[in-house]
């Protein structure tokens, strides 16, 4: 079969650290075009922008966004009506209901669309699910905390509006959370923590619950020093089962069950593909809702003045 012939949009941190390797490193796939304002790639097509490239290079099939949440909505729209398979970094969108109607095109075009979720590809996570479908959950304690000025030197779209601040990261606990308990859980009280200078929370605590009243806590925290931590710790009537490292590491009762290298992205390009393959598209927003409700929900706090 003709390999799918994709092209990145926005060649930041996550497109050069993952992205590029691994459409490398997927069968069925590959890396025909770039496009992108201030950076191009050895060997590959660059187009300045994404409309330069839906103009002139009609035999791309597909493109993955990698540029912040604030644009991609209309980078996907304008994908979709061009013919093109749609990848979408997370989270999908700055707002949930813009996502409607890219659903609906994407539908009416035969078009793949995958609002990807790279925290859900970690390897112990399908193990999380399968040993918590058939348990007795106790409690959920979520830690999620790590160092802005490590992970995301320079974002300043992340403390703009709709780039969700802290839950840039955190939402992908959420993502984490929603595939691997067996049943839906929602808001029950917030706070955010906005320093005085930026539009985007910094650190936040959210408690959840579900309908038995399951206790969910949640930390997140962007100015963690030392140890970076990426925990959720569930406790069951068997024992406490903990996956950490953002889902890299299982451990159940003090014993590792799984301990592997991080390769969420090889694993969410091989199920783009096969989304493709079978004319199927991927949109869970759960993900995005809790973080919205918790915009909704949340008691805002003022915290001191954030300077990189
Ligand atoms: P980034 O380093 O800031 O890269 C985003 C790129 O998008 C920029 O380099 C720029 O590319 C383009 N861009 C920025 N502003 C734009 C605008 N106003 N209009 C059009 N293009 C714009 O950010 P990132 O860390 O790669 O994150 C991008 C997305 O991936 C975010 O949604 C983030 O949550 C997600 N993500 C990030 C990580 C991570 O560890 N960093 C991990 C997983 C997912 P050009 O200069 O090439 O045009």
Known sequence: MKPIRIAIVGLGKI??????????????????????RNATLDGVAHFATLEELLAQAPDIDAVALCTPPQVRRAQAAAALAAGKHVLL?????????????????AGERGKTL?????????????????????????????????????????????????GLGVFDPGINALSILTRILPKPFFLTRAELSFPENRAAPIAATLDF?????????????????????WEIRVETSDGVLTLSEGGARLTYAGVALVDEKQAEYPALYAHFVDLIQRGASDVDLSPLVHVADAFML??????GRFEE
């Open 114 to 162: 995958f609002a990807s979720w790279h925290s859900r590809f970690a390897p112990a996570v399908e193990p999380a699910r399968v040993f918590l479908a058939n348990r007795e959950i106790r409690s959920v304690a979520i830690i999620w905390k790590e160092d802005v000025r490590i992970w995301h030197p320079g974002q300043r779209w992340i403390f703009e509006p709709g």
């Open 15 to 36: 497109a050069r650290d993952q992205h590029v390797p691994a459409i490398t490193a997927t069968a069925c796939i590959e890396l025909a075009a770039i496009a992108s």
């Open 298 to 303: 949340g008691r805002r706090v003022t915290v």
């Open 209 to 229: 619950s579900d309908a038995s009243d399951l206790p969910i806590r949640v930390e997140l925290d962007f100015l963690q020093t030392g140890p970076q931590i």
């Open 89 to 105: 970094e997370k989270p999908p969108g700055a707002t949930v209901a813009e996502l409607g109607p890219l659903i609906t095109t």
